[in-house]
């Protein structure tokens, strides 16, 4: 149901198979992606250790303790079901927070950055537990799954006809926002009605790369409405769009729907890398992607506000600042 890439193939091949991929289901995974096994196993052992630390100790690096969204994001403190951005009415009207918690992350920025000095939003250090050799795994990580992201937008920018550097030639730097997720067991705990691991949303900015254990519980939304489990083949990744993406690509390219039930009797771990245009970027249609008569169903948005206006509806602790 969902179509495996292998990232190995010729630019020229593979663009072709993405587009379609992107064009009918929304959802694919990838194989010969580069990710060694060592790196990504050793992170996933440094998720679980951080998880597995007591409460007090997460809330100590608790997000609302960053000016730049960094940190600990504690069980029902955010709310995704209805985020879903072609929907504007439904942002934020979750009954119920999310069963799940996790740590946010990005790329570190030192306090002489030029957006850190001028107080730009999103732009700052990360709060990092003290766990022997935690950052340094997750760093690791992050920076083989970054160079995933940037080959998949160069094949991206085949599909759509540009220039193969088209996005490395953009005049600022993609963000990368690296998301450790863990969804305790579902038997565990009493839901409300209709409550998710991770209730139904689209992603936010450019593109998703998620990597999971296995456990399984990741649910996407077809074309058709039809919802669909996303089976993982061991050592592939998952890759999806988002919003931004879509109005890129005028709706060529949709960013699904998508949701997380949480495994009955078993611990889920899971990592999204959430790749966003940088801060200040305008984004509109591109030329190849205007309808017949030359026009964009969209206005143009710059990226950083479009980014905080969906944070500010499912972050409890931004409701309450």
């Not at 709310?79 to 570190?108: F, R, S």
């Not at 691991?197 to 992603?203: E, L, S």
């Not at 940088?278 to 948005?301: F, K, M, N």
């Amino acid at each position: 149901m969902i179509p495996s890439l292998d990232l190995s193939l010729p630019l020229d091949e593979l663009g072709p198979r993405l587009d379609d991929a992107l064009r009918t289901t929304g959802f694919f995974t990838v194989r010969h992606h580069g990710v060694a096994d060592e790196v990504r196993d050793r992170y996933f052992a440094a998720m679980r250790e951080f998880f597995d630390l007591p409460i007090e100790v997460k809330e100590a690096i608790a997000i609302g303790n960053s000016p730049c969204h960094r940190g600990y994001v504690g069980l029902g403190a955010e709310a995704l079901d209805g985020a879903l951005g072609n929907d504007d009415d439904a942002i934020g009207t979750a009954a119920a927070g999310d069963l799940k918690e996790t740590l946010d992350t990005g790329i570190d920025h030192p306090p002489d950055h030029p957006d850190v000095v001028a107080g730009t939003p999103l732009f700052g250090p990360n709060q990092w537990p003290e766990l022997p050799g935690f950052r340094e795994a997750v760093e690791a990580y992050r920076d083989a799954v970054v160079a995933v992201s940037e080959h998949l937008h160069r094949v991206m920018a085949v599909a759509l006809e540009l220039a193969p550097t088209f996005f490395d030639d953009l005049p600022s730097d993609m963000a990368y926002h690296l998301r450790l997720i863990h969804y305790p067991p579902q038997s565990t705990m009493t839901p409300a009605p209709g409550q998710w691991g991770c209730g139904a949303h689209t992603d936010y900015g450019t593109l998703t790369i998620l990597a999971d254990d296995g456990v399984g519980g990741l649910q996407v939304q077809l074309r058709s409405g039809e919802w669909v489990d996303v089976d993982v083949p061991r050592g592939e990744l998952v890759v999806n769009l988002g919003d931004l993406m879509a109005i890129w690509t005028n709706d060529r390219w949709v960013s699904n729907p998508h949701r997380v039930v949480n495994p009955a009797g078993a611990d889920r771990y899971s990592s999204p890398l959430f790749v966003d245009p940088d801060y200040h970027q305008w984004i509109e249609t591109l030329p190849t992607c205007l309808d017949r008569d030359g026009r964009s169903r969209y206005a143009p948005v710059q990226a950083g506000p479009y980014l905080l206006s969906r944070f500010d509806g499912t972050h409890a602790y931004r409701a309450d600042a």
